[in-house]
């Protein structure tokens, strides 16, 4: 029994720093701009340098004039990137995947919103339209244009052909065997399940429960032992106190003797 005190204290001192920090950094992923803005000052809000890039374009019609479209906004520079500006659209700009500009009939910029479709505008993003997609067609990752104008749509699930604008659309399905999906749908489980996605809006309240019991675990280990240790530590010195009593009794002379 007391080997196996010692190998359970011995494995909690091990993993208990890094239960710790997992709790701690699930913490700090679930607010990261919360806790980005008191690690670091923010950078401007009009520049995309401090967001992940996801797509660049120049205008055809003037070179300095360079487009940038990032997973949380699409941004416009009028002389070469020295200085940028938040573009407006009428939808979030988020995962801006794509951005083309086409010169035939009218100068026109393409952007691709990964879950909020394609847009374009004829007067370099001052107004925008929506451009119609087939039924079903899931998220863009990437748009192309052929020589008549019709576009080419690519995503993860296959790729959509539109021989001239306004066409009808080809769908050409990636190949997946079934096997395939059953296994990538059991992997994404398990990233649901660790990220707090499973759960949807309730994930990012459960995964903070969950490192916040995990850090009050470990913080009450740490002070179980601590107790544990100050009691045994005292303990030692009662019996040495006592040791030294003992003694003195024994040394001390006798009545009568």
């Not at 967001?51 to 906004?73: C, E, H, K, M, W």
């Not at 007067?123 to 451009?131: E, I, K, L, Q, R």
Request: charged share 20%; net charge positive.
């Amino acid at each position: 029994m007391s080997n196996q005190r010692h190998l359970h204290r011995l494995i909690g001192l091990v993993s208990s720093p890094l239960i710790l920090l997992a709790a701690c950094t699930t913490l700090g992923l679930n607010h990261k701009d919360w806790l980005q803005g008191r690690l670091a000052p923010p950078l401007p809000a009009t520049t995309p340098h401090q967001r992940y890039i996801l797509s660049s374009t120049v205008n055809p019609a003037n070179a300095r004039q360079l487009f940038v479209g990032t997973n949380d906004g699409l941004f416009v520079s009028p002389d070469g990137g020295k200085h940028w500006e938040n573009l407006p659209m009428p939808v979030k700009a988020v995962q801006v995947s794509s951005l083309l500009f086409t010169t035939r009939p009218t100068r026109t910029l393409w952007v691709v919103l990964r879950d909020r479709g394609v847009w374009r505008s004829v007067d370099d993003g001052a107004h925008w339209a929506p451009v119609p997609l087939p039924a079903g067609q899931p998220a863009v990752a990437s748009l192309a244009l052929n020589a008549d104008g019709g576009m080419v749509l690519v995503s993860a699930r296959g790729t959509w052909v539109q021989a001239r604008p306004g066409g009808p659309f080809m769908t050409h399905r990636a190949h997946e065997n079934p096997e395939d999906r059953e296994g990538k749908r059991r992997l994404q489980l398990f990233y649901d399940l660790h990220d707090g996605q499973y759960w949807r809006d309730f994930g990012v309240p459960i995964t903070d429960g969950v490192a916040i019991a995990l850090i009050a675990l470990v913080a009450t280990g740490y002070g179980l032992a601590l107790q544990a240790a100050w009691r045994k530590r005292q303990r030692r010195i009662r019996g040495r106190w006592r040791g030294k009593l003992a003694l003195k009794a024994e040394s001390a002379p006798t009545r009568g003797g």
